[in-house]
């Protein structure tokens, strides 16, 4: 079935270093990827998404790339500052985007200052 | 707007119980879903609903059922607990016509199963 691999599980940096998580997807016909953000205790929140037209997005601090060929796409996070600590959920869309999602596993980062 | 609501946030079962998670949205989306997130395991789709009417299997639907009572609410039904489905569960919604596909979740419900 369809599956989405992330790396690493966990992530520590130094404030102010940069940050890069990656995913791989199986199904060639997902075209939407989104980031969540989990504070401890919280409910996942959207940080950035990306359709399959388009190689990479930014939004401040925060960018996205993707690599369909490859089934590759990656969060990068610069300036990193502790507010930034959480965990971090790729997803792919199963086929076409609006549907279900498939999360990794998430990504434990820690920004210590 | 109070977006996605979850009842109740925490429960505790006995082995072999029954019990219904509720969940409701008051943005008017069509696609409604069902998680459970267990440590280290991510979010695993359990169900989900791409309009009022229909439901689908994710990866995860043994030992549950759903109902999408109308177009704002969807129910996850346990029919006989199992400590294996102590998790936390997360309703989630997203308007899947819409430019913006991004999926809104719920406060959770955290169970656990004695």
């Known amino acids: 079935g369809e599956n989405v691999e992330q790396h690493p599980s966990t992530l520590s940096v130094q404030e102010g270093d940069s940050a890069v998580i990656k995913c791989t997807y199986s199904?060639?016909?997902?075209?939407?990827f989104p980031w969540y953000k989990q504070e401890l205790g919280k409910r996942p929140q959207l940080i950035i998404d990306?359709?399959?037209?388009?190689g990479e997005k930014k939004d401040q601090r925060i960018a996205v790339t993707l690599n369909k060929t490859a089934k590759h796409f990656s969060l990068h996070i610069t300036e990193t500052q502790p507010e930034d600590s959480a965990v971090y959920f790729c997803?792919?869309?199963?086929?076409?985007?609006?549907?279900?999602?498939?999360f990794g596993k998430g990504t434990t980062l820690s920004v210590s200052s | 707007n109070a977006g996605v609501t979850q009842t109740p946030k925490f429960q505790v079962l006995k082995t072999g119980q029954s019990m219904t998670l509720q969940c409701a949205q008051d943005?008017?989306?069509?696609?409604m879903y069902w998680y459970r997130q267990d440590p280290g395991m991510g979010l695993r789709l359990i169900y989900y609903?791409?309009?009022?009417?229909?439901?689908d299997k994710g990866e995860v639907p043994n030992g549950y059922n759903v109902s999408r009572l109308n177009k704002r609410e969807f129910s996850l039904r346990l029919e006989s607990a199992a400590p294996s489905q102590t998790s936390v569960y997360f309703c989630?919604?997203?308007?899947?016509?819409?430019?913006?596909?991004?999926?809104?979740f719920g406060p959770g419900t955290r169970l656990t199963v004695t």
């Open positions: 609903s791409a309009s009022e009417g229909t439901t």
């Open positions: 997803a792919a869309s199963r086929g076409q985007a609006g549907t279900a999602l498939i």
């Open positions: 943005m008017n989306h069509n696609s």
């Open positions: 989630a919604s997203t308007l899947s016509d819409s430019p913006n596909y991004e999926q809104y």
């Open positions: 199904d060639s016909a997902s075209n939407y």
């Open positions: 990306i359709r399959s037209n388009v």
